[in-house]
């Protein structure tokens, strides 16, 4: 698994919190993967009665996983409290009325603030990426799930940006575009961190910007700036820029430049323990070699 710069959780708290006001309007990929991963729940036998939307940014899905799951309770996390703030303002007074609102907490994915078997769906829309320890993560998923819950997420793969990041390259020593982990190796951390059935699949999306600067703008929009605990100490200047765009020039294609984005769409579920005859649970116990 590539190894990768940390992130500065404060400065991705920052990020986003400056961000909440502008993320709709710029975040148009986001919500684009968000209805086509709510689509997917059609498919998926589960009727939960407690969901986390981990990393729920301005609430996106939320409308979506109460039509579906009416009878649901929802609880909203999130890293910048701006977000969670800018999501409020969308609730429905009838909804504060009926105590049908969302209930926020402003957390870390890597640290979720809720009991264990507490929730019965996990779904997560492309926050994952924010995370320093994937596999703490997806600890914590699995530890707050209750047995026969589902982790339904989406992620960004190594390919996304990699346009940008390779008009980046050799322009300093610092990093300036988050690296991301292949889907192969999700699943494998699934695995490992007790999750069972993983389905893993992958779809590539293209946007296009008249310019370098253009992209960018959309980028810091949506809360996306570069949070490693490496990057530059001030912002980069001017010759940064120019010679970032220079190299970006040949990628350009019909007049526009493009900027992939790699999402990756998964599931797993927490399995339930296997009972024996008497109703009680069955003990896997393996011998010890030398013993």
Known sequence: MNKHPLLDKRAVRRSFDRAAATYDAAAVLQHEVCRRSLERLDFIR??????????SGTGNAWRGLATRYPAARLVALDLAPGMLRQASTAVSWHQRLLRRAPATICGDLEQLPLAAGSIDLVWSNLALQWVNALPQAFSEMHRVLAPGGLFMFTTF?????????????????HTHVSGFIDMHDIGDLL???????????????????????????????IGARNAATDRPPALSGKAWLDTVTRNYEPSRRDGKLPATFEVVYGHAWRPAPRLGAGGRPVIDIKPVAGL
């Open 46 to 55: 589960h009727t939960p009665a407690r969901i986390l939307d981990a990393g």
């Open 157 to 173: 793969g190594p390919d996304t940006l990699k346009e940008l990041r390779a008009a980046q390259t050799g322009t300093d020593s």
């Open 191 to 221: 695995v490992q961190a007790g999750f069972a059935d993983p389905v893993i699949d992958m779809e590539n999306f293209t946007l296009t910007y008249a310019d370098v600067k253009s992209l960018m703008r959309d980028l810091k929009a």
